[in-house]
């Protein structure tokens, strides 16, 4: 068992043990009230396969606890959705003293976690990611989201969980696929601020040591947030990829390619871009590549570099005519460089 604590606005603690998932209930009570109520939201696929060990967890140590699951994917990390969450709560008279719980991928965690802000102007929640990318990142720091027609988690709060329980073991069901898509934000923490962890991605069998990856990862995150809770500066490095990620997510309306995957050519079109400009090591992107390769990640796109550039504009990074890019100055070590908007087009002319 692994434990860390996050210091931000709220502390909280994150978990990190096998078969965890029954201990939830034994946990929650250090934090709930007995008798309180709970929504535990889930999706169509992890409801089935976990729901009902949470469930009987938290009864267990007297919860009443109601669940809801939505239909699995991307394209459900809408307001709508959010409705019915609303719609739950209010069904089960929720107060300020109760609770929900986010047991899946980081769809279910950012949805929830939006819900759970905004609900009576913000009531508690608890982080149970099944995901790799969940377990890695997004279940920690706050951010909660979801996606407009027109970009990526335009719509969204910064909350902090008041727990995260990991469950190394809920990945022997996870897809490959999306065990792939964990894998690039696994990098992106390589790439961003340690070639250690990079080298032991690439190079050793990351499937025996995978309660290991999952530790370092969110120790990084855990930092970087405590520093910088509210995106205003170093945090803006663990969007390393994303500002051309999120653009293909967008410009694919969000069902093509999944988060990681975007992300994965995200960043190597910002090696390109750096190495083209002269601040990148040379040879970084084929780094990137190779790594990404290994875990049969896309490394390219074929949309047009101009639809890509446009779609940037909804970027969270844009402030003026400014835009932030995260660039590294070679794998382990990123920054951030402001730049002025028009001249996008000549920093990039290198991926036309
Ligand atoms: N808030 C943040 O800091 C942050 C960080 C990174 C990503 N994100 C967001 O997270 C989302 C991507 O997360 P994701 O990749 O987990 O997507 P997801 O939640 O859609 O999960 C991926 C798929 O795996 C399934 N699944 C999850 N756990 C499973 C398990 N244990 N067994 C079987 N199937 C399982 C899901 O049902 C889904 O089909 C994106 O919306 C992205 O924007 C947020
Ligand atoms: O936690 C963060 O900060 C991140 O940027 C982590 C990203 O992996 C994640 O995809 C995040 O949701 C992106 O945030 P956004 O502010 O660009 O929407
Ligand atoms: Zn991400």
Do not use: W
């Not at 819900?115 to 009531?123: F, N």
């Not at 070639?195 to 040591?209: A, C, P, S, V, W």
């Not at 969110?218 to 970087?224: A, C, F, G, H, L």
């Amino acid at each position: 068992m692994k434990e860390l604590t996050v210091n931000t606005s709220k502390s909280y603690k994150i978990q990190i043990e096998r078969g965890c998932l029954g201990k939830t209930g034994k946990l929650a009570e250090r934090l709930f009230k007995p008798g309180a109520k709970a929504v535990l939201v889930s999706d169509s696929n992890v409801l089935p396969l976990y729901g009902e060990r949470v469930k009987q967890s938290l009864e267990a140590a007297g919860f009443s606890v109601h669940t809801f699951a939505f239909p699995a994917g991307e394209e459900s990390k809408q307001l709508s959705c959010i409705a019915q969450i609303y719609s739950e709560c209010a069904k089960h008279r929720l107060t300020r003293s109760d609770f929900l719980v986010a047991l899946g991928g980081g769809v279910t965690g950012d949805m929830t976690g939006f819900a759970a802000a905004t609900y009576l102007r913000g009531i508690p929640f608890i982080q149970i990611p099944t995901s790799l990318l969940a377990q890695i990142d997004s279940s920690v720091g706050g951010k909660t989201a979801v996606d407009l027609p027109q970009g990526k988690n335009l719509v969204g709060a910064f909350h902090q969980p008041c727990l995260v329980l990991i469950d190394p073991d809920t990945l022997e069901t996870l897809p490959q696929r999306f065990l792939s898509d964990g894998m690039a934000e696994a990098i992106k923490y390589g790439c961003i601020k340690s070639r250690e962890l990079f080298d032991m991605i690439y190079k050793e069998d990351i499937r025996q040591n995978m309660e290991e990856l999952i530790y370092r990862c969110v120790d990084i995150k855990r930092e970087i947030v405590q520093r910088d809770e509210f995106d205003t500066g170093e945090r803006m490095l663990l969007n390393f990829g994303h500002t051309f990620g999120h653009a293909l997510e967008k410009l694919y309306g969000f069902s093509k390619l999944s988060h990681g995957e975007a992300v994965g050519i995200g960043m190597v079109m910002m090696a390109k871009c750096g190495e083209s400009m002269g601040i990148t090591k040379p040879g970084t992107t084929n780094e990137i590549i190779a790594a990404l390769r290994k875990f049969q990640l896309p490394t390219s796109d074929p949309m047009p570099i101009d639809q890509i550039l446009s779609a940037t504009a909804f970027d969270k990074k844009n402030s003026g005519g400014m835009i932030g890019l995260i660039l590294l100055k070679q794998i382990g070590e990123g920054f951030v460089d402001q730049i002025y908007r028009d001249r996008l087009a000549e920093l990039t002319e290198v991926l036309q």
